[in-house]
């Protein structure tokens, strides 16, 4: 610790002035320290899991972490920063996903590209991720627009709706491990880039909803193999 300066020199008024400083900042210190030793400790919240949590920018930007390494709070108030991503790329994709499993990246302009847990770089939580899109052949505006897990317990399909409300239920083996990355999954100039996507059992209910509200239920046995306008937006 610093010595404290020789203060014979200053006027009274002065020296007061910081005597008082120096009373008030030890009972902040005080404060904070009897605050550190009431507040609960921060725990795991579950065992050792193989359950990823993969956090990705909107430019690509990824890492993963076990879900089991972000510890609970038991308190509200902020959470914890997880991606350190460059300035002006924000985060945008947040997915759990198993470390033997895959993801599914679908562009803006209806490709598809597969990616395994495993090879998403592994960071500590707020570590730095690094771009997963700079190894396929990404075109100047493509971008991503979802992210999915590439397998469900009750997935047989993978329902995809677009910007216009185009729906397309795609048979979970063509997503697979098999897929061959930029393979293009429908014509994007029929009903725009896709905007939301769920797994389905194949006779699931289907529910859309815009962002002003408004929605539609129905059957998801009524889209055809091609897929077909779902809610007229």
Same mark, same amino acid.
């Given at each position: 610790? #610093?010595? &404290?300066? *020789? ?15 120096? $009373?008030?900042?030890?009972?902040? $210190? ?43 709070? #038991? ?8 991606? *350190? ?7 945008? +994709? ?16 209806? &490709? ?23 190894? +396929? ?5 493509? &971008? ?5 897990? *590439?397998?469900?317990? #009750? ?7 677009? $910007? #216009?409300?185009?729906?397309? &239920? ?6 697979? !491990?098999?897929?061959? !990355? ?52």
């Amino acid at each position: 610790m #610093r010595e &404290r300066p *020789d203060l014979s020199n200053l006027p009274d008024e002065v020296v007061a002035y910081i005597e008082a400083l120096e $009373q008030e900042l030890a009972h902040l $210190q005080s404060e904070e320290a009897s605050s550190s030793r009431s507040e609960a400790p921060l725990e795991p919240s579950e065992p050792p899991t193989t359950v990823q949590v993969v956090s990705i920018s909107a430019a690509g930007v990824a890492k993963r972490t076990a879900r089991h390494l972000y510890l609970r709070q #038991r308190r509200g108030g902020m959470g914890v920063f997880d991606l *350190d991503a460059p300035d002006g790329d924000a985060p945008a +994709f947040l997915v759990l996903a198993e470390l033997a499993a895959g993801l599914i990246l679908f562009s803006n302009q209806g &490709r598809v590209f597969r990616v395994p847990v495993r090879d998403v770089p592994e960071r500590d939580v707020r570590g730095r991720g690094e771009s997963i899109i700079a190894r +396929f052949p990404f075109r100047a505006d493509e &971008r991503i627009a979802l992210v999915m897990e *590439d397998t469900h317990p #009750r997935g047989a399909y993978l329902i995809l709706v677009s $910007q #216009r409300g185009q729906v397309r &239920r795609i048979a979970k083996q063509y997503l697979g !491990s098999g897929l061959q !990355s930029g393979t293009s999954l429908y014509d994007i100039r029929e009903g725009g880039a896709p905007a939301a996507a769920c797994w389905s059992s194949g006779s699931d209910e289907l529910f859309i909803v815009t962002r002003q509200g408004q929605a539609i239920r129905f059957a998801e046995r009524l889209v055809p193999v091609r897929g077909c306008l779902g809610m007229r937006v």
